[in-house]
Nanobody, 114 residues
Framework: QVQLVESGGGLVQPGGSLRLSCAAS?????MGWYRQAPGKQRELVAS???????NYADSVKGRFTISRDNTKNTVALQMNSLKPEDTAVYYC???????????WGQGTQVTVSS
């Protein structure tokens, strides 16, 4: 069992920035961030492997950056140029690289509004 503890999130104006962080109780996982807006399905925002290979949703490319610190088992999501459509609950995710068993954080609200 892997525990994921998120921090960050909150209310920001359009064009602003936020940083989300997630601390994992284990190591070696594929880490990612998903989001779920009201009435919509949960979707991948970005992911990063233990070797640093990244993947982004088209809607956030060029605005969001995912990074990880393997020495601390943490992953971060730097979100710039935020738009109202980025408003959602953001979930930290960890996938075991072999079994692909999936773990989730508790979620953190991001609201982009003037």
């Amino acid at each position: 069992q892997v525990q994921l503890v998120e921090s960050g999130g909150g209310l920001v104006q359009p064009g602003g920035s936020l940083r989300l962080s997630c601390a994992a109780s284990g190591s070696g996982f594929i880490m990612g961030w998903y989001r779920q807006a009201p009435g919509k399905q949960r979707e991948l925002v970005a992911s990063i492997t233990s070797t640093g290979r990244t993947n982004y949703a088209d809607s956030v490319k060029g605005r969001f950056t995912i990074s990880r610190d393997n020495t601390k088992n943490t992953v971060a999501l730097q979100m710039n140029s935020l738009k109202p459509e980025d408003t959602a609950v953001y979930y930290c995710n960890a996938d075991h690289p072999i079994s692909m068993r999936r773990f989730w954080g508790q979620g953190t609200q991001v609201t982009v509004s003037s």
